[in-house]
């Protein structure tokens, strides 16, 4: 069994909303999605999908979006809400909506196979030359749903560690550790998939691989080719 993780898939429903307009890359970007996820994800595999799922701003309007994720290889799939999904406003509601086999996650965590993932969609903090005054509420509201869901997986005792789930990188824009990082640390957290960075230079500057033992992945489609990306493995 693989653990996988892509993140920003911007799905555009039915709307018009087209993220071709930022690039190439996202051409035909459902269609990619589709197919690499059909030729690396095996059915027994869980996906962590990191946020900004798709343009709609309804519930019902989203769940085209969701039941296509639904169907795609993969016996469960974890959800978060990115800064753009508008859809996702009460988190019992997007619970009672989702398939069977779609997990969303918000502050608070879940074991399947022994494998305990946790996830809230955290934000931009303090120290991140992108913050403003008016973050400030946001951030500590979304720090306490870390430490809520980091909590949640420690009660599942996670033997194999823990698998953390965000929207948000825990560093800044220009690559430096911020307070969910500090926070992260203090938890049997083995593997952190992130999103949200779409330009280069965020790219480029974001730390990835394993820090202070955790492996931290940015897995945003786009930088992803539209594959999605191997996080963790059971040893045979």
Known sequence: ???????????????????????????????????????????????????????????NTAMKDIRLISRLPGKAKIIIKGNHDGWWREYKEVCSAVPKNVKPLEGNAVKIDGQVICGTMGWLAPNDPCFETLDRGKYRHELEQLRSALEAAKKLEPEK???????????????????????????????????????????????????????????????LNHKPFPVWEASV
């Open 161 to 223: 560690g823990i698998h953390l789930l965000l929207h948000f990188p825990p560093f800044t824009t220009n690559g430096y550790q911020n307070s969910f990082f500090d926070l992260i640390i203090d938890y049997p957290v083995v593997t952190c998939t992130f999103g949200h960075f779409h330009l280069p230079s965020e790219w480029e500057s974001v730390p990835q691989g394993e820090i202070n033992g955790i492996v931290f992945r940015l897995t945003s489609t786009d930088y």
């Open 1 to 59: 069994m693989k653990i996988w993780g892509i993140s920003d898939t911007h799905l555009a429903n039915s709307q018009a909303n087209s993220m071709s307009f930022y690039g190439s890359v996202w051409v035909n970007h459902l269609e990619q999605i589709v197919q690499n996820w059909n030729d690396r994800v095996g059915m027994d595999d869980i996906v962590l999908v990191g946020g900004d799922i798709t343009w709609a701003n309804r519930l």
